[in-house]
């Protein structure tokens, strides 16, 4: 079943049954006004949460992602309206640009005092943070030297970091019941799905009866042996060489152990997609799966152009999604491929 519902995600989840979802996945407006967008003024209210709840089953789970500098507000408002905060999950990339101002460059600036060019540097495409008190995007820029002695005394200052990171704040609805079991057996919520989301199993090569490194094994045992995966971690990381490099050297293999998945390539966003912040679909299936119970249903009130429905389809659940721009919700419509959308 999918249901694509066209307008304020406050009104439209009016329209849905107490305790009918069982997990929420969604990337709400971060309230940062991303490239001066009017739906990304502020995040959502209490009020929007209290009725994402009010939907959700006892003990069910939401994943909300959110940017650095406004997590702070979006936790407060998911707890404020009910919600136990259970945890954090990080997601680090290497592909963010910063965005700081050069305070050498400003200081110049305002004292009308022309810098000279000193030579040129050539931006490394595939790494876009090698220059982090440059906010242009060009390829190549003057490298110019201050000119009056407060910009001397200043330089190399800036006003940003590099953008590596954005959370997903894991919510549960209060239980029903008395005990995670008991509640888990009355609604299917209450747990997250450990094994499917395991890191990294592997299928080892056959092995003679006997000890191995993961047990003892009777011959008819051990024609597939697996390995079981390392168990999900509150980190997840986009596998870029400069995430990578983040990791100890004495032990290449450490990233190994996090999942990982890159920002959404072209291929992924579909065709025709021009959303902003389209977030990768492999990242919100893994997401849908580790809190959603097998066959469940998994709502986006803040679908946008419909990862995570496209994800939650993707991974055999149900889907109902809110989306308050037309445009977007075409996309959306377009994306999950569904017959049922509701305009
Ligand atoms: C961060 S984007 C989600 C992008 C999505 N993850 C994707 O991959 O395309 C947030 C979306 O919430 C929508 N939105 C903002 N306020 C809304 C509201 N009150 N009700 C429903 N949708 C809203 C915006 O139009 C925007 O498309």
């Known amino acids: 079943m999918v249901a694509l519902l066209n307008g304020d995600c406050l009104e439209q989840m009016k329209t849905l049954p107490d305790n009918s979802v069982d997990g929420i996945v969604t990337d709400p407006p971060y309230g940062i006004s ?87 540097k050539k931006r490394d495409a595939g790494s876009k943070s090698a220059h982090a008190f440059e906010s242009s995007r060009s390829l190549e820029f003057d490298i110019t030297a201050p000119a009056t002695p407060e910009a001397k005394q200043w330089d190399g200052w800036g006003t940003a970091l590099k953008p590596a990171c954005e959370f997903f704040t894991l919510a549960r609805k209060p239980l029903s019941e008395k005990t995670v079991a008991a509640n888990i057996l009355k609604w299917g919520t209450g747990g997250i799905n450990i094994d499917r989301c395991r890191v990294g199993e592997e299928t080892l090569p056959a092995q003679k009866a006997g000890q191995s490194k993961i047990g003892t094994f009777k011959r008819d045992d051990m024609v597939t042996p697996k390995r079981q995966g390392r168990f999900p971690a509150n980190l997840i990381h986009d596998g870029s060489q400069e995430v990578l490099e983040l990791f100890p050297e004495t032990n290449k293999d450490s990233a190994a152990r996090f999942f990982y ?83």
């Open 34 to 120: 991303f490239m001066a967008k009017k739906w990304d003024y502020d995040v959502p209210k209490v009020e929007v949460w209290k009725e994402a709840m009010r939907v959700l089953k006892p003990g069910g789970h939401a994943l909300i992602a959110c940017g650095t500098r406004t997590q702070h507000r979006m936790v407060c408002n998911i707890e404020d309206a009910g919600f136990e905060i259970r945890d954090v999950v990080s997601w680090i990339y290497g592909s963010g640009f910063p965005k700081s101002l050069n305070v050498s460059k400003a200081i110049d600036k305002a004292a009308g005092a022309e810098r000279e060019v000193v030579g040129k």
């Open 261 to 343: 998945c890159p920002k959404a390539s072209k291929k992924d966003r579909d065709e025709g997609n021009n959303h902003p912040t389209v977030k990768p679909t492999a990242l919100m299936q893994y997401l849908c799966r580790l809190i959603t119970p097998t066959g469940g249903v998994v709502l986006d009130p803040y679908m946008g152009s419909g990862s995570t429905g496209k994800a939650a389809v993707k991974e055999g659940f149900s889907f109902v999604g809110c989306e308050l721009d037309k445009d977007y919700y075409k996309i959306a419509k377009e994306r999950i491929g569904n017959d049922d959308a509701v305009d």
